[in-house]
């Protein structure tokens, strides 16, 4: 362990992310290397939404895969659980922005997989998978595959798939992204009663300023290239929130003060 | 928590469809090889000439004939002609697949392996394989082992670079996602890798299989005692139109038939095929 740190590694309780100074940048072609993010700290309590906000390019995917084990970075120091990260594992889920469910396998053999992969396959397990399908709202389709699944059915295929493992701490990279406003609201709504049940750590990444107000605890607003934590705010709307909060005035206070700090110069 | 999802439609109706739209597909299919027949029919009534081109009732009772009489007087039936073409491509196709896959795979994972093989296999892919037949029949005599090495050469690059691609052309979300749900890297490669990588393989192992017809008729043209392109060139040189086009429409059954077969494998490795 670094110097960087004064906290022991057991002390899971003061975070549950911790992201010390991380700093990460990419060779390419033309440039020798090109800065993703300098110097990000962040810090992460257990049971916290936080929503990662800033412009196109700045770092965020670049800072979840670290965070996911994908990727390491040049220097500083992440931990997850009181744990360095030193590769991908099932205590972190992760949801892409596409779904990436393993194509040539069932909605139940794709959220069997983790236990599978791990033989920790139980009656028990079976009965929770089919719990969680159930949760989900993909009973019927649980022998269909993924080509035969809506984009919204297939994300919360994604979710089971991910759920099953209980993750402490979940990574999700602008997972509705791509959806129409129906299916990303239901999803949104989906993702809000699953963290008031579980209180999974979540961190999500969104360069929706609405989004990130409806969910998030607290909303940290990195600056564009080379990504840097620009300014760490409390979203301060009391849970648990619900769609119809979008209409309230403090919602669109919260949302005007994310956003002005968003656009304002670095 | 359900109530907050819409509920899934069921997917059942959706079989029966497919069902229907298959026995269609094979319908139009046989109707369009029917079409080929009667044209033929056609043409020999008109033309009224066997040696140009016999009826497709001679050619039946033709091939009715060389199932069970040798041909030439000396050679053996229409049925080992087949067994032996079949065993030749059966060696080589196998022999080339395994190599393909070990080459394909050892190119993915080894930086060197792949710099190494890349422009060897660039420049002798646009050679045709029947250019090696006098250099193999040179090296390895008229037997058996020119032939099989000639398939061998064949498959050997097709394999490799379908193999290749289709490990190259896995999503590397797909290998995270399978990481971070707790598989190890092993399972990982097993499972996710090549796994993912099987149907584009099994697209390859169907253009290596149809090259493989290609070439085995034309070495066992040129240098044979058996097989159905020895046949074919017999029957040719003493006039025998029929029996061409009896050895042609052999190779047409079993190149259909190995396609077929592989078709079906692909169909239980790729859910989206179906
Ligand atoms: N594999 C890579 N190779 C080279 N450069 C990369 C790579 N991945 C990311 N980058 C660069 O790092 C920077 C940050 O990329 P990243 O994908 O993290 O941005 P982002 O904040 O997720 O953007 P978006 O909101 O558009 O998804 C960008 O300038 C990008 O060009
Ligand atoms: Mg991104």
Request: aromatic fraction near 6%; charge should be neutral; charged fraction near 20%.
């Amino acid at each position: 362990m670094s110097t960087l740190t004064a906290a022991p590694l057991v002390d899971t309780e003061a975070s549950a992310v911790r992201v010390r100074d991380v700093s990460k940048s990419f060779r390419t072609r033309r440039r020798s290397h090109r800065a993703a993010l300098e110097g990000v700290d962040l810090d992460i309590a257990p049971g916290e939404f936080l929503c990662l906000l800033g412009p196109s390019g700045c770092g965020k995917s670049t800072l979840l895969n670290i965070l996911a084990g994908f990727d390491f970075p040049d220097s500083g120091e992440v931990l997850v659980g009181g744990h360095r990260v030193t590769g991908p594992g099932p205590d972190r889920g992760v949801l892409f922005q596409t779904p990436r469910l393993f194509p040539w396998l069932t909605t139940w053999q794709n959220v069997l997989y983790g236990p599978r992969a791990r033989g920790l396959l139980t009656p028990a397990l079976r009965d929770e998978a089919a719990g969680l399908l159930e949760t989900v709202g993909l009973s019927d389709a649980r022998d269909a595959y993924p080509h035969e699944l809506s984009g919204g059915m297939r994300h919360r295929a994604a979710f089971a798939r991910v759920l099953i493992n209980h993750p402490g701490v979940l990574l999700m990279d602008e997972p509705f992204g791509a959806l129409d406003a129906i299916t990303r609201a239901n999803l949104q709504r989906f993702l809000l009663s699953l963290w008031q049940e579980r209180r999974t750590t979540i961190v999500f990444v969104t360069h929706d300023v609405e989004e990130a107000t409806l969910l998030g605890d607290r909303v940290a607003v990195l600056s564009g290239s080379p990504g840097r934590t620009k300014s760490i705010l409390d979203v301060g709307l009391p849970r648990p929130r619900t769609y119809d909060d979008t209409e309230t005035l403090e919602f669109v206070t919260a949302k005007r003060r994310i956003r002005e700090v968003l656009e304002a110069a670095p | 928590m359900s109530d907050v999802l819409v509920p899934p439609r069921p997917l059942t109706d959706a079989a029966p469809r497919a069902a229907r739209r298959f026995t269609g597909r094979v319908l139009i299919g046989a109707a369009g090889l029917l079409l080929v027949l009667v044209v033929w029919e056609v043409a020999a009534l008109v033309i009224n000439d066997t040696v140009t081109l016999p009826t497709v009732q001679e050619t039946v009772s033709e091939t009715i004939a060389k199932l069970s009489e040798p041909y030439p007087a000396q050679g053996h039936t229409l049925w080992v002609n087949a067994l032996i073409s079949t065993g030749r491509i059966l060696s080589g196709f196998l022999l080339g697949t395994l190599a393909g896959l070990l080459l394909g795979g050892a190119m993915a994972s080894v930086r060197v392996v792949r710099e190494l093989v890349d422009p060897i296999l660039q420049v002798t892919r646009p050679l045709p394989p029947i250019a090696f037949i006098p250099l193999l029949i040179v090296w390895f005599g008229i037997g058996e082992t020119a032939k099989i090495a000639l398939i061998f050469s064949g498959v050997l690059p097709i394999v490799t670079i379908a193999t290749l691609a289709a490990l190259d052309a896995v999503p590397a979300e797909l290998v995270h996602a399978s990481r971070s749900l707790g598989a190890s890297p092993l399972h990982t490669l097993v499972h996710v890798r090549l796994r993912s990588a099987l149907p584009a393989v099994i697209t390859g192992l169907r253009i290596a299989m149809g090259g493989a017809w290609t070439s085995i008729i034309a070495a066992e043209m040129i240098a044979a005692t058996g097989g159905v392109g020895f046949v074919i060139l017999q029957a040719g040189n003493y006039l025998q139109t029929p029996l061409i086009f009896s050895g042609i429409a052999f190779i047409a059954v079993l190149g259909f038939l190995f396609d077929g077969l592989l078709r079906l494998l692909l169909r239980a490795v790729d859910p989206t095929s179906r």
